[in-house]
């Protein structure tokens, strides 16, 4: 069965500079959530998707942005990185807008690098 | 986690037996989804269970919910070596977003 798609799945990147990450959600799902998970941390919610308006929003940072496109896909732009931003960028999706009672799968995640 | 958490933090078992892990929360859910994660890679779902559920089986997998007690409990049965991983709960009872505890590690050696 098809899964989520994160792409890339691993980047380096220098301080200050900036990042995009990509997630293609199931076909047919038409919600995405963006988690960020530090090193020995558990995944934190960052923001989420619904037909392609912003659903809710958790501790993401400023200067991240995040949207939904037609297809269905997701993009979360990141600048200004800083060294604190190294961590794993889990991409969910579910089938519905009612994501508090379907099952959220996730994608194998980015893994971010900030020199 | 000032949400919720997970315990034991760590757990140590031989193959064979069964490992149980516990969370709890702070707030009213809708659900509660427990997941696996091998070290540094993605989330599996392993099961959901409804506010209005108090257990729920998927092959050695057993999950419990007490929502009076704000807990819920992952029994898995017969361990095997390939059971080591991280396991999480989360729970969600706002519109989308999902809050996760803090984890079990869990180790079983053969």
């Known amino acids: 069965a098809a899964g989520v798609i994160q792409s890339p799945r691993h980047l380096i990147k220098e301080k200050r500079e900036t990042a995009t990450l990509k997630c293609y959600p199931i076909?047919?799902?038409?919600?995405v959530y963006w988690y960020q998970q530090g090193p020995g941390q558990d995944p934190q919610f960052l923001i989420s998707f619904y037909e392609k308006m912003q659903s809710d929003k958790g501790s993401i940072p400023d200067r991240f942005s995040a949207q939904q496109f037609s297809d269905y896909h997701s993009e979360l732009n990141m600048s200004s990185l800083e060294l604190g931003d190294s961590a794993l960028y889990f991409c969910a999706s579910s089938p519905t807008g009612t994501g508090s009672t379907d099952t959220q799968y996730f994608g194998p995640g980015t893994r971010l690098t900030v020199l | 986690s000032q949400q919720g958490e997970e315990d034991p933090q760590a757990l140590s078992i031989q193959e064979g037996e069964n490992a149980t892990m516990n969370c709890s929360y702070k707030t009213s859910i809708n659900n509660l989804q427990w997941y696996r994660q091998n070290s540094g890679r993605g989330l599996v779902h392993l099961i959901l269970i409804r506010s209005n559920e108090r257990e729920k089986h998927s092959g050695r997998l057993r999950v419990t919910l007490d929502t009076s007690k704000k807990s819920s409990s992952l029994l898995i049965t017969a361990s095997r070596a390939a059971d080591t991983a991280s396991y999480f709960c989360?729970?969600?009872?706002?519109?989308?977003?999902?809050?996760f505890g803090t984890g079990t590690k869990l180790q079983v050696i053969p």
């Open positions: 989360a729970w969600s009872g706002g519109y989308q977003k999902v809050t």
């Open positions: 076909p047919r799902h038409d919600t």
